[in-house]
């Protein structure tokens, strides 16, 4: 059975008081249509994508489908005045006899395919499946500005989409509801007609909807920090014949990842600073990277987990050192990127850079390597954007604690089991490299 996602992007956004619907105002480079389609497009859950769009803004949708070639769009429809009357257009537009259907609004950009794994799951049980998170806050009923009754809030819980359905389920409620103007919201037509359970998937706190302008800057700052999980479908024997220039490759995470690689038949050139690299060095990282391209004739991947940590307070270190360390850190970050591209236009091949958990946070004694880090990351995504169109993929890995001797230099002994294993971050950074991923940030944890 086909599994229909119906996306609804067709209000005109009144509550968020701009030029142009919401949907098609850009967050982290990209339209909220197009990070919302994007999930869909790479889901496994989802076959076919039916779009239902503002008519007034069908030019600027047709733009953005064919800048994308997203492959799964079966349908572009126009909208209808409610959204309930666009979700039966989405629907009616079915001709099988029998699907799923997964009707999500655009506006929630964040929706995970974890949501959407479990909608799946659900749909084999139950007719009806809604998405929803528990309240954090106490709900109050009111009436003419007094309170009227406080439900219990371990009842309550606040619904998300996508709200999924046997289509001829959510036909026959559609159906039924034709002069019913009141209902905004699918489930709510299925429990008012009694015609099957609804079953509620959890949701994620991050699903959240753009309706306020308020809302843009949230988002914002989501995207800016969310992070994924390494793909665990990627066959690392894929690596055979691939060439790949690994800078920091000669200890800790680079040298891992280099020996892993090679085991699965990938050439490997690893430098650093022991080799006479220096990627502080543009010319240095760009010699490198010549001598790799002239031995083999292509460049594949490039990763760069060069790096130095220092701790301190600002006001106690030496200037020079502090620049020392932003050269390595950061504006090496920047060197191997802007070497590498040329090379990796003609393979379409992709870049992989190292973060730290303490991007998303100042630490007090880490000041600047926790900047550095947060550096690298907004430079990750923006070059993601930049490098679209060549088709180069770029990444941030973000490992946890890792047991490496930077860190021991740093650190001293730590427990074995508090740290993560270098081995587990090469082959998650080797799964990312064979991925399409582009812009994310890959979180690698214990367990």
Not at 87 to 97: K, L, V
Not at 414 to 440: C, I, N, R, W, Y
Request: net charge neutral.
């Amino acid at each position: 059975m086909n599994n229909y996602g119906i996306i609804l992007a067709s209000g005109t956004g009144k509550r968020y008081h701009s030029d142009i619907p919401k949907q098609f105002v850009k967050i982290a480079g990209k339209t909220v249509l197009e990070h919302t389609l994007d999930i869909f497009e790479k889901s496994r859950y989802v076959d076919s994508v039916i779009l239902v769009i503002t008519p007034d803004y069908r030019d600027m949708a047709e733009e953005i489908l064919l800048k994308n070639n997203y492959s799964k769009i079966v349908k572009l429809l126009n909208g209808g005045d409610t959204r309930k009357e666009s979700s039966f257009i989405g629907i009616s537009s079915i001709e099988e006899e029998e699907a799923n259907v997964i009707i999500h609004d655009c506006a929630r950009p964040f929706l995970t395919e974890r949501i959407l794994k479990d909608c799946a799951e659900a749909l084999k049980k139950y007719d009806a499946v809604d998405v929803a998170i528990p309240s954090a806050d106490t709900i109050i009923k009111v009436k003419e500005g007094l309170i009227e009754n406080i439900p219990e809030r371990k009842y309550l819980m606040r619904g998300q989409t996508p709200q999924c359905f046997k289509l001829s389920l959510i036909k026959k409620a559609h159906e039924m509801s034709k002069d019913d103007a009141n209902f905004t919201d699918d489930c709510g037509l299925v429990i008012k007609y009694n015609l099957a359970d609804v079953y509620v998937v959890e949701g994620d706190t991050e699903n959240i909807k753009i309706t306020y302008p308020s809302d843009i800057y949230m988002a914002d700052r989501l995207f800016q920090v969310r992070t994924a999980d390494s793909p665990n479908d990627k066959n690392l024997s894929d690596l055979k014949d691939k060439v790949i220039a690994i800078f920091g490759g000669t200890s800790g995470i680079g040298k891992s990842i280099s020996d892993m690689a090679e085991k699965f038949g990938a050439q490997v050139f690893v430098s650093s600073d022991k080799t006479g690299v220096d990627v502080s060095s543009y010319a240095d990282v760009e010699n490198f990277l010549k001598g790799v391209y002239k031995k083999t004739g292509k460049i594949d991947y490039v990763i760069n987990s060069a790096g130095i940590l220092r701790i301190g307070k600002l006001t106690g270190r030496d200037i020079e050192d502090i620049k020392r360390e932003m050269e390595i850190n950061y504006f090496g970050s920047i060197n191997v990127a802007k070497a590498s591209i040329p090379y990796l236009k003609n393979t379409k091949g992709g870049i992989l850079m190292f973060g730290s958990s303490s991007y998303t946070r100042g630490r007090a004694l880490y000041s600047t390597y926790s900047s550095a880090k947060a550096g690298i990351v907004n430079l990750v995504q923006a070059l993601s954007e930049e490098l679209l169109s060549d088709g180069i993929r770029i990444n941030t890995m973000n490992p946890e604690r890792t047991a490496t001797a930077m860190r021991f230099n740093a650190f001293g002994k730590e427990p074995e089991d508090s740290l993560l294993e270098a081995e587990k971050v090469a082959e998650a950074s080797l799964k990312v490299m064979l991925s399409d991923f582009t812009g994310q940030v890959i979180d690698v944890r214990r367990g």
